[in-house]
């Protein structure tokens, strides 16, 4: 394996991680951003022209950005305009991150810069699918009163996620009815000895499930629909933004409601950071090819 100098700035425990799996390969790898990290290692930062100087490879966070333009490194005691970044990014170099905007992609494009989006890779995603699987089961288990076997549980979404929650939960017991709106996903419910339910008729299910799971990123357990629920049933959001359940109708109605974002990064941030590691080598894989 090529030794290569990678830059990992910003981020959370996942990048750590990343850091020390990318030392075990014998890489070059400088850090930014993780003083409060608790590595004793990553206490202080070295000036970012060193940190990026000839750089072959940059590593941001999942997201890359926070909302107002600073680097997104919530174990950082210091905030970095993510201009300062880009302006130290060496040309020809690749830079990878998670919810890059827009108009960072065509900055770095301009100076010459490889930019990819780590959650635009189908590998990254399904990989990421287990460990944000497992963090729901934990959930899970902690929110209801009753074991997760026997339970009615309904998922909805026939994606990445809910294909590997489905399979799990179904493996622990639990009675797993599978909302979808493709009639190819439906088939392949009911073949995998589920309980297929058309997403149109979602409100006709509702009424009889200890635990309700969301994984579609719209609107789809509207106020009406909550009110045919079940007392008692918890729902669980694990879609990103705007996720897919009506949180305030589901607060004013008395239901448990959790939204879980950045599972991996949360419960398994070792194997998210492994996940980043491979995608990584992949990429690099390709543009050598």
Request: charged share 25%.
């Amino acid at each position: 394996m090529q030794r290569r100098k990678y830059a990992v700035v910003g981020g959370d425990m996942r990048n750590i991680y990343l850091a020390e799996l990318l030392k075990k390969d014998y890489q070059y790898v400088e850090i930014y951003g993780f003083e409060k990290s608790g590595k004793p290692w990553a206490i202080k930062n070295s000036p970012l022209e060193i940190i990026l100087g000839e750089a072959q490879v940059v590593a941001g966070g999942i997201p890359l950005t926070t909302d107002d333009g600073y680097l997104w490194a919530p174990l950082s005691e210091t905030r970095t305009p993510i201009g300062d970044i880009i302006e130290k990014v060496p040309q020809n170099s690749l830079f990878v991150a998670g919810k890059i905007k827009q108009d960072i992609r065509d900055r770095l494009v301009q100076k010459g810069v490889k930019c990819v989006d780590i959650l635009d890779r189908e590998e990254m995603a399904i990989l990421n699918a287990v460990p944000t699987a497992e963090g729901a089961i934990s959930i899970l288990i902690g929110e209801m009163p009753t074991t997760l076997m026997d339970s009615r549980i309904l998922i909805i979404g026939y994606g990445r996620i809910g294909k590997i929650l489905s399979k799990m939960l179904h493996g622990l017991g639990s009675e797993v009815w599978v909302a979808a709106r493709n009639y190819s996903d439906l088939a392949w419910i009911e073949a995998q000895d589920l309980k297929p339910v058309p997403l149109s008729q979602l409100a006709r299910y509702v009424s009889d499930m200890d635990a309700i799971v969301n994984t579609v990123p719209a609107l789809v357990l509207t106020k009406e629909i909550l009110k045919k629920a079940r007392n008692g049933c918890f729902l669980l959001d694990l879609a990103s933004s705007p996720g897919g359940i009506d949180f305030k109708a589901a607060e004013e109605l008395g239901f448990r409601v959790k939204w879980a974002l950045g599972l991996p990064g949360k419960m398994a941030p070792l194997t998210a950071g492994n996940i980043i590691r491979r995608t990584i080598y992949n990429i690099l894989e390709e543009e050598e090819a």
